[in-house]
């Protein structure tokens, strides 16, 4: 703009640096444009008005140069009054036209000129300005949502566990420049969901400390809430679920086996693990765990790719006696010093120099089945992207088959048998497979729902099941969000992401954090009220020229209204124990001056076609001004407010999307609800809450 206003002087400069004075031709002129005044005057169209007004000050501004002694400052309005307060005998009322300082002829102008302006065809700005006014209402909301899961996080810690990247980028973040930073939340929340398995573990350790919030009741519900997952995860089903997430985890990092049957037999996984009323039972169960423990652990390979002892190595147990005789001597320590028995049945008396062929057998499709792992393990890194599924459920079936032979002690002595109860061990390690499963292969909504079910399973001595339910039902929501985000292809669909799951601040939030500012706004939302005159019903012309009876608003009592305008908006925040509020409200006066709502609602309901091809948009068709008190809420940009505003003629039937005009409106006393969209900043205080 600022080049076309100076293209603009520098024309005028050189028309004036090339303008010589000839009073012959300068007269001739003024003469011609006394005449086409003349030919205009009894005409009254607005188009005739403003041609006339122009004649006269093309008139004057020619007839400047010849006064600027007689009238000195004087300006093309001025230089009439002051030729004839002169009494140049050449000049008289006759060849002086009225100029735009005399007022009946600029009230006709002023009314030619609101004419001209009523017709202006606007139709490609409303659209368009309907279209931005769309777009932002629904970028304010995915905003607010940023605010909110901020306040969530801080409210619900067990998410900053579950989400430690995400918890990290929003802590940090710019919440009115999150459009920017949408790759960097797509990728905090894809390393999130790849630890999905390790992050839910650390949920076991989660204690009261970690509620945060200052407000005592969201306190106390974060204390009862975290108090009922630490109960969960202690309950027998719990101890299942806690051990399969530590072998799924396990197998997704590559743990070497050995450690990982290590790991679930150590406190708080399986050695915790009591589901029999019968002790003897329960003694049966960990005592089983534990031989398949000190076995595994007994014939762990050093090679850091390898998970046991090699067939040769093993095969050196059955040949070479001395080496058999330690090895076996070292293994019986071992199971004494740690009292297995099961069934009645010490194992050390299983163990003897004539028995230990079976120990060796058992070794041995111990080390086939990790053998099995590894080469599926092996073959994923050379899979080609449509075959990975089908090779991560391989690795995960195959480490399933692994823990069942494992638990088959009877292969060493038929007395041996670990109570049938391991088989639900399994169900519950083959639903942490399929989580890992479906985070293998990026199946991340999947991944959630699994995730979901698996803390769903009932579970008879846990009393807090409602208040689990609320996190479950928060994870199911943020979960799922955190899933479409992440396999969003681009910016837009991650916006659609956040659409989904947003609730009602975004710039709305500035003109809060400011004592005093001044904003060109825009509001968008329902209005219902009184209008005068009541008249209910109207005659008047659909785009085709069809004379149609048309109902104001359809004689619906709310109607969709987006005006727009200047707001002058204070903040209400006050301080609260010596603080200021963290998120004050605003109340403004807002003066609107047009009203899109028609073309808004279209625009909500058909994204694509012109409305030019519906109709005309003229200026008057949205010309709606008006007053209004309104209060915007803390944390949300939402706002509600009373006043008056003259109804646009543009108006919309809900019903088939097709726009009509008023042939006459009236003045509406509203309370309207609405979201806050201020468009630019005219003016701003510089005491703000915001910032110190």
């Known amino acids: 703009m600022k080049y076309v206003l100076v293209s603009i002087a520098i024309f005028l400069f050189s028309l004036l640096k090339g303008y010589t004075q000839n009073a012959y031709y300068d007269a001739l002129q003024l003469s011609n444009i006394l005449t086409q005044i003349d030919s205009l005057e009894n005409v009254e169209t607005a188009e005739a008005v403003q ?5 006269r000050l093309h008139f004057y501004r020619l007839l400047m140069p010849y006064v600027k002694n007689t009238c ?24 002086l036209p009225s100029s735009s300082g005399d007022i009946s002829v600029s009230l006709k102008a002023l009314r030619g000129l609101a004419g001209a302006a009523g017709n202006l065809d606007v139709t490609t700005f409303a659209d368009g300005l309907a279209q931005f006014l769309v777009e932002r ?4 909301l995915n905003v607010a949502f940023f605010q909110k899961f901020s306040d969530f996080l801080e409210n619900y810690p067990e998410f900053r566990i579950i989400f430690p990247n995400t918890n990290t980028f929003i802590a940090y973040m710019n919440i009115g420049d999150y459009a920017n930073t949408l790759n960097t939340l797509k990728e905090a929340f894809d390393k999130d969901l790849k630890a999905l398995l390790t992050n839910a573990l650390r949920l076991t350790h989660l204690d009261t400390t970690a509620c945060s919030s200052a407000n005592p009741e969201d306190h106390n519900k974060c204390a009862v809430r975290i108090n009922a997952i630490r109960n969960f995860f202690n309950s027998n089903n719990g101890i299942l679920i806690r051990s399969a997430l530590q072998i799924g985890n ?11 049957l290590d790991s679930i037999v150590r406190p708080g996984y399986l050695s915790n693990y009591a589901p029999f009323t019968n002790d003897q039972d329960n003694i049966n169960l960990l005592n089983g765990l534990r031989l398949v423990r000190i076995i595994s652990n007994s014939i762990r390979s050093v090679d850091p790719v390898r998970n046991y002892i090699s067939g040769q190595e093993l095969l050196l147990l059955k040949t070479n006696e001395k080496l058999r005789a330690i090895f076996f001597g070292l293994l019986y320590e071992e199971i004494n010093g740690n009292n297995v028995v099961i069934n009645n049945v010490p194992v050390t008396t299983v163990l003897q120099p004539g028995r230990a062929e079976s120990f060796i057998d058992y070794m041995e499709g111990l080390a086939n089945e990790a053998k099995e792992i590894q080469a599926v393990w092996g073959n994923i890194k050379t899979i080609a992207e449509p075959e990975l599924s089908k090779q991560y459920g391989a690795v995960f079936e195959q480490f399933r088959s692994l823990l069942q032979y494992a638990a088959n002690l009877q292969i060493i002595d038929p007395q041996l048998v670990i109570p049938p109860v391991f088989t639900q061990i399994l169900n519950q390690t083959a639903g942490v497979f399929e989580i890992a499963h479906d985070i293998s292969v990026k199946n991340y909504n999947a991944a959630v729902l699994g995730f979901l079910k698996l803390l769903s399973i009932e579970t008879p001595a846990f009393n807090n099941r409602d208040t689990m339910n609320q996190f479950l039902r928060a994870f199911l929501k943020y979960g799922s969000f955190a899933a479409n985000v992440v396999t969003a292809k681009d910016p837009t669909e991650v916006k659609a992401a956040i659409k989904a799951v947003a609730l009602p601040a975004g710039s709305a939030a500035l003109k809060k954090q400011s004592s005093f500012s001044i904003t060109v706004n825009a509001y968008v939302g329902l209005v219902t009220g009184y209008s005068q005159p009541f008249a209910k019903t109207f005659t008047t012309k659909d785009p085709a020229g069809n004379i149609v009876t048309a109902r104001l608003h359809g004689s619906v009592p709310v109607s969709l209204f987006a005006p727009v305008g200047f707001g002058f908006n204070w903040s209400t925040s006050s301080k609260k124990n010596g603080l200021e509020k963290k998120y004050p409200g605003a109340v403004s006066a807002f003066v609107s001056v047009i009203d899109v709502g028609a073309l808004v609602g279209f625009r909500f309901m058909q994204d694509s076609g012109l409305v030019s091809d519906k109709m005309k948009v003229k200026l008057a068709n949205i010309f709606a001004p008006g007053i209004n008190f309104m209060y915007g809420f803390p944390k949300a940009p939402l706002s509600v407010g ?9 108006q919309r039937n809900a019903d088939n ?13 509203q309370f309207h609800f609405a979201v806050d969209i201020p468009v630019f900043s005219l003016r701003t ?4 809450y915001l910032y110190p």
Not at 73 to 89: E, F, V, W, Y
Not at 250 to 260: E, L, N, T, Y
Request: glycine letters at 6%; hydrophobic letters at 35%; proline letters at 7%.
């Open 51 to 55: 041609l006339k007004r122009e004649k």
């Open 72 to 95: 000195p400052g004087a300006t093309p309005d001025s230089i009439r009054s002051c030729l004839l307060a002169k009494r140049n005998p050449f000049f008289s009322t006759a060849f």
């Open 137 to 140: 209402t629904r970028e304010e």
């Open 250 to 260: 396990g197998i997704m990092q590559q743990v070497k086996i050995p450690d990982i």
């Open 642 to 650: 009373i006043g008056a505003q003259w109804i646009p003629s543009l």
């Open 657 to 669: 999307n097709e726009f009509f005009v008023l042939t006459e409106s009236g003045i509406r006393y």
């Open 685 to 688: 205080s510089r005491k703000s």
